[in-house]
C-alpha cells in the first residue's frame, strides 16, 4: 500500500462538544508524521460538493476549548446513494487523499463501512455523539460535557423545586438510549429515573407516590427522551392526572446540552482517539472505528461498531434507586 500522506476529516451527524479537540489532535498529528489534511466541510455533503479546506496547525489554534464544530456538520442523504457516494469518491482521488476520518455516530459509521466496501481509500471513525450509544467504546466524544450540562441544569432546578415542594419531570437527550439520562440522574441525586432500556420503572415511581414514600421538599424525575411511554410530556401528565396532589412541572432541556464548552475529560479522550486515528490510518487499518476500553485504547470494526448494541450498566440503576432512598 502506498503511503499515506494525505488525509481527510470531516465531522458527521449531529455534533457534540469535544468535535473540535478532535479535529486539532487529527490535524496536528497528521502533520507530526508529515501527512498533509484536509477539512471536508459539512460531513458528507462536503465529499459530494467539494467542501474542501486546508488544514494547518495554526488553523486548528485556539479551538480544544470550544464547542460545535469548525468544520460544520449535516445529515447528507445523496451520501446514501451508490451515485452520491461514487461522485464523492472521485472528488476524494481527485485531490490525493489516500485516507479519511469521519467524526460522528452510528449513522456516519454505516456509511464510511459501505464506502469502504466500494472503494479503496480507507476510512477511519472516531466517536463523537452525546449519546454514548456506540458499542465498541466506553465513551464517545461530548458525552461527558453533556453530562455535566444535564447536572449543572438539574441543580438549578432543584433549587426551584425545592422552594415551592415541586416534583419536576426532566427529559434529557440520548436518542434511543438511557445513557445520559442514567449518569446525570444519579450524579443529581434524582428520585426516579426513565429510561427506554427498563420497563418497570414507571410502575416503581407510581407505587413510590402511592405509598407517600419519598415524601420530599422535591423531587426530581430524569426521562430519557427516547423512553416508549412518549417522554417527559407524557409521562407528567398521567401522572398528573392519577396523583393530583403533586405539583407537578416539566422541563425539556433541550440542544443546551449538545452545546458549551468541552469538559477536561472529553478533550482529553478527543485527543486520544485523534492521535490513535491517524496511527490507525498509518498501520494500513479501515472500516474501523477507533474506541476506549477499560481506558486503553482499541480498534473496533465498523461492522462491529454498528451493528452491535450497547447496553446500559443495570448496575447503575440498582445504586441510583437504592441511593434515592
Ligand atoms: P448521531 O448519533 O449524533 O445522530 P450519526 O452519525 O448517527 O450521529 P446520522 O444522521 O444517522 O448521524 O448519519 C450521518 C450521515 O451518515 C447521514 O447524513 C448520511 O450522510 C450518512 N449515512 C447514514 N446512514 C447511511 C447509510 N445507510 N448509507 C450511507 N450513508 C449513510
Known amino acids: ?38 477539512g471536508i466541510k459539512e460531513g458528507y455533503r462536503g465529499m459530494i460538493e467539494k467542501l ?6 495554526h488553523d486548528v489554534s485556539d479551538i480544544i476549548q470550544r464547542g460545535g464544530t469548525i468544520l460544520k456538520t449535516a445529515r447528507c442523504m445523496e451520501f446514501k446513494t451508490a451515485e452520491g457516494r461514487q461522485i464523492a ?12 476520518i469521519v467524526i460522528g455516530g452510528d449513522g456516519t459509521f454505516t456509511g464510511a463501512r459501505i464506502f469502504n466496501e466500494e472503494f479503496d481509500i480507507p476510512l477511519i471513525g472516531i466517536p463523537g455523539t452525546i449519546d454514548n450509544d456506540l ?6 466524544i461530548g458525552y461527558d460535557t453533556a453530562l455535566n450540562t444535564v447536572v449543572q441544569a438539574v441543580d438549578k432546578i432543584r433549587d426551584t423545586a425545592s ?5 419536576f419531570f426532566v427529559e434529557v437527550m440520548g436518542a434511543e438510549a438511557g445513557f445520559i439520562a442514567l449518569r446525570s440522574g444519579i450524579a443529581a441525586g434524582a428520585e426516579a429515573i426513565i429510561i427506554p432500556e427498563v420497563t418497570d420503572e414507571v410502575e416503581k415511581l407510581k407505587q413510590m407516590l402511592k405509598s407517600g414514600r419519598r415524601q420530599r421538599a422535591s423531587n426530581i424525575v430524569i426521562v430519557a427522551e427516547g423512553d416508549e411511554g412518549g417522554g417527559a410530556y407524557k409521562l407528567a401528565n398521567d401522572i398528573k392526572e392519577h396523583y393530583p396532589n403533586y405539583d407537578i412541572r416539566i422541563t425539556v432541556l433541550g440542544h443546551v446540552q449538545r452545546g458549551g464548552s468541552p469538559s477536561a475529560f472529553d478533550r482529553v479522550t478527543a485527543s486520544r482517539l485523534g492521535y490513535a486515528a491517524v496511527e490507525a490510518l498509518m498501520d494500513d487499518q479501515k472500516s474501523t472505528m477507533v474506541g476506549i476500553q477499560n481506558n486503553e485504547i482499541v480498534l473496533v470494526p465498523f461492522r462491529k461498531a454498528i451493528k452491535l448494541h450497547k447496553n446500559v450498566n443495570r448496575s447503575l440503576l440498582e445504586i441510583a434507586d437504592v441511593l434515592a432512598g
Open 1 to 38: 500500500m502506498a503511503r499515506i500522506n494525505k488525509i481527510g476529516v470531516l465531522t458527521s451527524g449531529g455534533d457534540a462538544p469535544g468535535m473540535n479537540a478532535a479535529i486539532r489532535a487529527v490535524t496536528r498529528t497528521a502533520i507530526y508524521n508529515n501527512i498533509e489534511v484536509i
Open 52 to 57: 474542501f479546506i486546508p488544514l494547518w496547525s
Open 89 to 100: 469518491y472521485n472528488h476524494l482521488k481527485e485531490i490525493g487523499l489516500n485516507g479519511v
Open 135 to 140: 458499542y465498541g467504546t466506553d465513551y464517545t
Open 163 to 167: 422552594a415551592h415542594n415541586r416534583m
